[in-house]
Structure formats: structure tokens, C-alpha cells
């Protein structure tokens, strides 16, 4: 199955908004409330940040927020910050024998 | 605290056989669905496999006939045997446990291992 499709990067100044996309299928992204977002650092294990589309675990800043429309989900960052440059996957659950799948991975620059 | 702690990562040549062990504490690992992810350099996450509390397992094409994922409770530690491993499945390998809410599972993980480096070479 293929991954999820996300931007190779994105970039903003500090203080700005940016949108990281996830798009996917109606097996996956579409189907179903379960798209998740890790945050991961150089040399660094993951970090959740979202999960079931819109909930942030304790601790996660609130200037993260997730949602979705049809086959694509979305990541938000407000307020950006020099902490949050990092690489940024999706994953979704999917209605496969494969039951995890994760995008490609976006790079994000802080300007 | 939740912790997660991988070993076993090695240099094995094409065709070698591994077995990485991920040690958890904090929780009880059968209460809870677990997971393998890679990365290999460079490159984005990949899943590998999955074993939900019931025991049900899932792999990724990639592994599949070749990996088997299972947990030993009384050490409350999950296992990854890999067999005749390929170049391409060089990688960082990181154990993950799987988050609950008050819905159905979702298959999100909110903890972590550090990762342990596996490389396949000859």
C-alpha cells in the first residue's frame, strides 16, 4: 500500500501559521477519524502531537491542531516557533491487513 | 514513568538473522497493542509490524514471511525476530506503544524507544 502524501517541506517565520497536508483514501485518511501527527526531531525518536484527527495528548502546546476534509487531514501550527522546526509525519489507520500507514514526512523550516 | 528500551541492534551480512528485544516499564505491555516502526537513513518512517493485546499480528509486505513480532509477559518485553534480512531493511528500529481513548483503537502510539541501529552488509 502507498504511503500517505505529504509536502517534502514547508516553511514560515517565527510567528506565523503554517499547514502540513496528509492526503490519502477513502481506505484511510477518508475512511475513518484516526490520523495521527509525530513530531521528530535530528537523531531523535517520535513524538505524538495529534491523534484521532483533532485531540492533543497532555503537554502538547495548543498552537498544534488537526483536522480533515474528505481524503486529506491537516496539521496547523500557529505561533511558529524555533523549537518547532522538525520533520512532521502523518499516519493513519487503514481498513487493510496493513492497519498503520504513515506519509512521507515533511520537513519544517522556521525561517 | 512509561519507558521503552530497545537492544539487540547489530551489523549483520545479507541472509544473517537478528532478534531485537524492547524492554518496557511503566505499564504493562500486554494491556496494550505495540508496534515496530524503521527509518532507514535518511529516509521518512516506515511501519513494520503490529501485535494487538489479543495477539493478532500484522506485518508490512516488506517484512512479511520474514519478521515475526511477539511479547514475552513474565519479562514485560516485546520481540522482533528478523530473518534473512535484505540491505534495504537497514535502519533505525523503534518500538512504540499504542495509545487508547474512550473509542475504538486507532492505532496511534504515544510512547516511544529510543531506537536501536540496525545494518546489513556484507
Known amino acids: 500500500q502507498s504511503a500517505l502524501t505529504q509536502p517534502a517541506s514547508v516553511s514560515g517565520s517565527p510567528g506565523q501559521s503554517i499547514t502540513i497536508s496528509c492526503t490519502g483514501t477513502?481506505?484511510?485518511?477518508?475512511?475513518?477519524?484516526?490520523v495521527s501527527w509525530y513530531q521528530q526531531h535530528p537523531g531523535k525518536a517520535p513524538t505524538l502531537m495529534i491523534y484521532?484527527?483533532?485531540y492533543r495528548p497532555s503537554g502538547v502546546s495548543n498552537r498544534f491542531s488537526g483536522s480533515k476534509s474528505g481524503n486529506t487531514a491537516s496539521l496547523t501550527i500557529s505561533g511558529l516557533q524555533a523549537e518547532d522546526e522538525a520533520h512532521y509525519y502523518c499516519?493513519?489507520?487503514?481498513?487493510?491487513?496493513?492497519?498503520?500507514?504513515f506519509g512521507g514526512g515533511t520537513k519544517l523550516t522556521v525561517l | 514513568e512509561v519507558q521503552l528500551v530497545e537492544s539487540g541492534g547489530d551489523l549483520v551480512p545479507p541472509g544473517g538473522s537478528l532478534r531485537l528485544s524492547c524492554a518496557a516499564s511503566?505499564?504493562?505491555?500486554?494491556?496494550?497493542?505495540m508496534t515496530w516502526v524503521r527509518q532507514a537513513p535518511g529516509k521518512g518512517l516506515e511501519w513494520v509490524s503490529l501485535?494487538?493485546?489479543?495477539?493478532?499480528?500484522y506485518y508490512a509486505d516488506s517484512v512479511k514471511g520474514r519478521f515475526i513480532i511477539s511479547r514475552d509477559i513474565s519479562k514485560n518485553t516485546l520481540f522482533l525476530q528478523m530473518s534473512s534480512l535484505r540491505v534495504e531493511d537497514t535502519a533505525v528500529y523503534y518500538c512504540?506503544?499504542?495509545?487508547?481513548?474512550?473509542?475504538?483503537?486507532?492505532?496511534?502510539?504515544?510512547?516511544w524507544g529510543q531506537g536501536v541501529l540496525v545494518t546489513v552488509s556484507s
Open positions: 484521532d484527527v483533532i
Open positions: 499516519s493513519s489507520y487503514t481498513n487493510t491487513n496493513t492497519p498503520v500507514l
Open positions: 511503566g505499564f504493562i505491555l500486554s494491556s496494550n497493542y
Open positions: 501485535i494487538y493485546t489479543g495477539g493478532s499480528t
Open positions: 512504540a506503544r499504542g495509545g487508547y481513548t474512550s473509542g475504538p483503537i486507532s492505532n496511534f502510539f504515544d510512547h
Open positions: 477513502s481506505s484511510d485518511v477518508g475512511g475513518y477519524n484516526f
